[in-house]
């Protein structure tokens, strides 16, 4: 990228759908092609004719934007909202309390620094959390643009029809229900999704789609078959909804009411916006019991039994590094790093609630490898335990089916280890902020590139 280009820092944060609806707002919505993303070190190249506009559209849809290289020329008379579709999607004056409601906080974990001090372990796996995919804990709605017109509810389905055969939705928008029903307005009528806007279909398309179809199926606005006489303008989302966590953020809707509103603010030329819109979602039972794990005890995977056991074997696995970390305050295996605690590990088969290895970080001596990790010497005990006894154990690759207790969230070399080794379940009683294989922006156990996936629990 040459010099010339702005750097804007955006945290992005791992979530691949925020990525998605990032290239939508600046690729297609903005038109925008000279510009790079970086995801992981969370910043963007762009050009500075160009960072006006963008970090506008960026702020009012939730990215937290850092500071901006502002010692580069930027060109104010084309960032004007007149030159493009902004004006009617943007609001006319930024309100805070509608900033705020649309910036969520990302994570429904709390990120606060946790010190790697023993006395901190989690014993208890009633207070464990699943760490799933940045996307199913993202709390952004992944907002783009879009057209939408207010009817009567009378002549619903002709418009829908209509809507359907010469405005068909694009693929990645079949979540989206064409028809807004589930929310009530106050002059009793239903706003129709009529596309999403991009630079190929602006405010222009939207106006010549809605007066075709006010031509074609003869709606009469005198005869209070039509309210809108223009198209109004809407942010949907791009994203279709993993959880019902999503499905009713991205509705913007109320779920204590049961009358559902719908949030709207003023634009730039005073007329209304609306915040949101009903999706359709494709619930995955497991994923919902997975997001409810140290949050509903009766929503959640895990019976107290398992409870239990789980609480038995942190229990276990803590005393385990305290123990090695009394014995010597230097640990250069430790996946903190060569000033980090003792690690310790045990795996566990969950079927017969039996330790099948245990290991620690060593005490340092001459034969010491700094590549002794506690992990290391658990999946190597294992495989060497399947190697000498014939027993059931034999019968499944490696740690297939097996559980891992960890003191100390893996790094990403231990991480790797796990998941060449066919873990099942990783169990953590402390988070290693900044540099965990799981916890952090790798997210190793759930990357899509690699051929195994497996379940990690930690401390929130």
């Known amino acids: 990228m040459s010099e010339e280009y702005t750097k804007i820092n955006v945290n992005i944060g791992g979530c691949k759908n925020c990525l998605f609806s990032f290239h939508h707002l600046i690729g297609k919505y903005a038109d925008i092609k000279q510009y790079t993303v970086n995801s992981e070190e969370n910043f963007v190249s762009i050009h500075p004719v160009y ?10 849809i939730g990215f937290d934007i850092g500071d901006v290289n502002n010692h580069l020329q930027v060109y104010d008379e084309d960032s004007k909202a007149e030159y493009n579709d902004d004006r009617y999607f943007l609001p006319e004056f930024y309100d805070d309390y509608l900033i705020n409601f649309i910036a969520c906080k990302r994570k429904r974990i709390d990120n606060d620094y946790c010190t790697l001090e023993q006395d901190n372990h989690c014993i208890s796996a009633s207070k464990l959390i699943a760490v799933l995919p940045h996307e199913v804990e993202c709390c952004r709605s ?11 509810s009378g002549d619903l389905r002709k418009i829908n029809q209509y809507l359907q055969s010469f405005e068909p939705l694009p693929e990645e928008l079949r979540h989206i229900k064409r028809i807004d029903s589930c929310r009530s307005y106050e002059n009793k009528s239903t706003h129709v999704f009529l596309q999403i806007a991009t630079s190929r279909y602006t405010w222009l398309d939207a106006n010549e789609t809605l007066s075709s179809m006010v031509d074609s199926l003869r709606l009469d606005s005198s005869d209070h078959q039509f309210i809108s006489t223009s198209p109004i303008p809407c942010w949907i989302p791009l994203c279709s909804p993993i959880t019902r966590k999503h499905q009713l953020l991205y509705s913007f809707s109320d779920d204590v009411s049961q009358e559902k509103k719908f949030l709207s603010f003023t634009n730039s030329l ?3 916006v609306i915040l949101g819109w009903p999706c359709t979602l494709r619930a995955c039972p497991e994923l919902e019991r997975l997001v409810n794990v140290g949050q509903n005890s009766l929503l959640s995977c895990f019976s107290e039994l398992e409870l239990e056991r789980h609480s038995s074997w942190l229990k276990r696995v803590s005393t385990l590094s305290k123990k090695a970390q009394e014995l010597s305050d230097l640990h250069p295996q430790s996946c903190a790093g060569i000033n980090g605690p003792a690690c310790a590990v045990i795996i566990v088969d969950p079927e017969s609630n039996s330790p099948l290895a245990e290991s620690t970080t060593s005490v340092v001596t001459s034969d010491t490898s700094y ?9 190597s005990a294992v495989a060497k335990l399947k190697r000498d006894i014939g027993n059931q154990y034999s019968n499944f690759y490696l740690c297939t089916n ?14 790797m280890a796990l998941l060449h080794n066919r ?7 402390q988070k290693l902020e900044g540099n965990g294989a799981f916890t952090n922006i790798t997210r190793l156990h759930v990357r899509e590139q690699l051929n195994h996936h497996f379940r990690v629990f930690a401390p929130p």
Request: net charge positive; aromatic share 10%; proline share 6%.
């Open 371 to 379: 590549l002794d990790h506690a992990v290391l010497l658990a999946v």
């Open 51 to 60: 960072t006006k506009r963008v970090t506008n559209l960026l702020r009012f």
């Open 423 to 429: 873990i099942r379940r990783v169990f953590c009683c």
């Open 270 to 272: 005073s007329k209304p």
């Open 402 to 415: 097996l559980d891992a207790y960890v003191s100390l969230e893996p790094c990403l070399m231990c991480g």
């Open 142 to 152: 992944h907002l783009v643009p879009g057209w939408c017109v207010a009817v009567y």
